[in-house]
DNA sequence: AATGGTCACAACCGCACAATG
DNA sequence: TCATTGTGCGGTTGTGACCAT
């Protein structure tokens, strides 16, 4: 419906962050937090920057605690198996692993674990390049792109659990719990994936676990 | 050594939701 | 109750690095 820009385009910055434009939003916020309004901030500390690719650096890059390098095979098997029971949510996905943003997540999935999952299998899937636009995997992505709640297990009354989940995730330890059955169940599922890498590729995954 | 292709990561875009006036 | 604004999320794209030929 056409919102408004959240920002004057014309006059913001774009492209890759400068070791000084980090610094200056990173020492900012330790000192003052982002003060709840992320529009306002670049403005506040000079930057060119639109409020929401403030805050996309912050979460993504500058923040404290952020665990960067290899993914484990333990958050593999996590990432995966989450995939799996609750589809792209990739926000709460990110909850379970501490350190590693929806973001990062992500990325990983779709660089690599994807293709561990459903790539090169067929038979010259490997070969795809993204550059011919990955048409996504037949199983997923199934045109419910957004928010949809389709990807929601209905077993196990996923529903009113993931179902719930809202930017806020307010009700995050019942979430949590929740994803914790869910994680108990599927990573008996995901055995056939990491138990034995050598063939994976060939196995089908469980039926269930694909819709 | 040069070139082309592929991979991985960072960042942007648009949409939907929640909060507020 | 409705309109507006800010935030969060997921999908997509751009770009540099790496590898193979």
Redesign the pocket.
């Given at each position: 419906?056409?919102?408004?820009?959240?920002c004057d385009?014309a006059n913001m910055?774009?492209?890759?962050?400068s070791p000084e434009e980090d610094e200056k939003l990173k020492s900012y916020i330790e000192q003052h937090g982002?003060g709840?309004?992320?529009?306002?901030l670049p403005q506040k500390i000079g930057l060119k920057?639109?409020?929401?690719?403030c805050?996309?650096?912050w979460l993504?890059?500058l923040r404290p605690n952020l665990k960067?390098g290899d993914f484990s095979a333990e958050e593999d098997n996590i990432i995966c198996s989450l995939f799996v029971s609750i589809g792209?949510?990739?926000?709460?996905i990110a909850t379970r692993l501490p350190g590693r943003t929806?973001?990062?997540i992500?990325?990983?999935w779709?660089?690599?674990l994807k293709?561990r999952l459903f790539g090169s299998g067929g038979g010259g899937g490997?070969?795809?390049?993204?550059?011919v636009?990955p048409s996504?995997p037949a199983s997923m992505?199934n045109g419910e792109?957004?928010?949809s709640p389709a990807v929601v297990p209905a077993a196990g009354g996923g529903e009113d659990s993931v179902g719930n989940y809202?930017?806020?995730?307010s009700s995050a330890s019942g979430l949590m719990s929740e994803l914790d059955e869910l994680l108990q169940f599927s990573l008996e599922e995901m055995g056939w994936l990491f138990g034995d890498e050598s063939s994976s590729a060939v196995a089908p995954p469980p039926a269930a676990a694909m819709n």
């Open positions: 419906m056409g919102r408004a820009p959240c385009k910055k774009k492209g890759p962050w982002t709840g309004n992320w529009i306002a920057r639109c409020g929401k690719s805050r996309l650096r993504n890059y960067r792209s949510r990739w926000s709460v929806d973001n990062e992500k990325n990983y779709n660089t690599k293709k490997g070969a795809a390049s993204r550059k636009k996504p992505d792109t957004t928010r809202s930017s806020g995730c």
